[in-house]
């Protein structure tokens, strides 16, 4: 069965530091999503990218984040000066139509921000 | 605006026991509400949606437009229904969820 893949599994950096969170979507999908997850608390939806543009943006996806389909098959996010807030598990999901649709996950980036 | 809410975070019952786990919304529009499962260390996944109606893996949900409520129910658990229970509404572009509820069944 096709799977959401993404790397790396977890990811250190120092605060300051860009990083770049990688996800394969299925291939046949055409909606991406970005959700994160602080330690112990909910899922929060990050940003939605669909037709090589964003969707819709939450107030979490600020101007230190973008999003990038820079080829046929990955889907990144890219975070370009790390705080110590944003050490949480980022999920990415794909989905073939709308967001009304079953979304699937990927197994998360786990970003610790030192 | 849209919320979901779930008011447990933790839920025990004793195997063969029924469970229900409590998820209400707020939402101006048609809802789309779903149930997402997270079992330990894997993804999380789909469990069931209400749209579709089925049961899976025993468990149900209605949607209750009156009450605004999601529950979600089983009415023997299982011990390899402990995990991690996400109720979430779709939006326009996005899925809201809910804080999660722990199950654990206990054997």
């Known amino acids: 069965e096709p799977e959401v893949t993404q790397t790396p599994s977890h990811q250190v950096t120092q605060m300051g530091q860009e990083v770049i969170l990688r996800c394969v979507p299925i291939?046949?999908?055409?909606?991406f999503y970005w959700y994160r997850q602080i330690l112990g608390q909910k899922v929060e939806f990050l940003v939605s990218?669909?037709?090589?543009?964003?969707?819709?943006k939450s107030e979490i996806f600020d101007d230190q984040f973008s999003v990038e389909r820079p080829d046929g098959s990955n889907f990144t996010l890219k975070i370009r000066s790390t705080k110590l807030e944003d050490s949480a598990m980022y999920f990415c999901?794909?989905?073939?139509?709308?967001?009304?649709?079953?979304?699937?996950f990927g197994a998360g980036t786990r970003l610790s921000v030192l | 605006a849209q919320r979901v809410t779930q008011p447990e975070k933790l839920l025990s019952v004793f195997k063969g026991a029924p469970v229900e786990l409590k998820c209400n919304y707020s939402y101006s529009g048609s809802p789309e509400l779903f149930w997402y499962v997270q079992y330990s260390r894997q993804r999380l996944q789909l469990l069931l949606r209400?749209?579709s109606r089925e049961s899976i893996k025993g468990f149900t949900a209605d949607l209750n437009k009156g009450e605004t409520s999601f529950h979600l129910k089983k009415p023997f658990a299982q011990e390899e229904d402990s995990a991690m229970y996400y109720c979430a509404l779709a939006g326009a572009n996005n899925l809201f969820f809910g804080t999660g509820t722990r199950l654990t069944v206990i054997p």
């Open positions: 990218f669909y037709n090589n543009e964003i969707s819709e």
């Open positions: 291939s046949n999908h055409l909606y």
């Open positions: 209400h749209i």
């Open positions: 999901a794909s989905s073939a139509q709308g967001p009304k649709n079953i979304q699937y």
